[in-house]
């Protein structure tokens, strides 16, 4: 597994869901299939999920958060599964392709959460622990 997405797993999939995250993404055999479940995720953490409406500028929104020009996404799209991409071309592939697509930012810290056709859409943040 790649450690950006399991950055991902420990910062923003709710608890009692992380080890099947773990397990499921982490297999050939089963990751395709499992990647489906971002259509219509109901396993993040709600206490780090923000919900974004329609018109949000997302790419403005996550720059404004500190995020860099390139981002790795885990998307049930194969051709962006697992890449490293720039943040308009990540967003903006993710919302052509119309299928659940997490676009991590800043590991463990920053992300974006996009289900199917848009329904909902997450900014996900985890701040630093304070001194």
Do not use: Q
Request: proline content about 6%; overall charge negative.
């Amino acid at each position: 597994m790649h450690p950006v997405e399991a950055a991902i797993i420990d910062s923003f999939i709710a608890p009692h869901r992380r080890e099947r995250w773990r397990l499921s993404l982490d297999s050939t055999k089963r990751r395709v299939k499992f990647l489906d479940c971002l259509n219509h995720c109901r396993d993040l953490d709600p206490r780090y999920a923000l919900p974004l409406p329609s018109n949000a500028d997302v790419v403005a929104l996550l720059r404004s958060r500190g995020a860099p020009e390139r981002c790795y996404v885990v998307s049930g799209v194969d051709e962006m599964d697992g890449r490293e991409m720039a943040i308009e071309e990540a967003v903006s592939e993710t919302a052509l392709h119309g299928w659940g697509a997490i676009i991590s930012c800043i590991p463990g810290r920053l992300a974006y959460y996009y289900d199917e056709c848009g329904e909902r859409r997450y900014l996900l943040v985890r701040e630093l622990p304070a001194d």
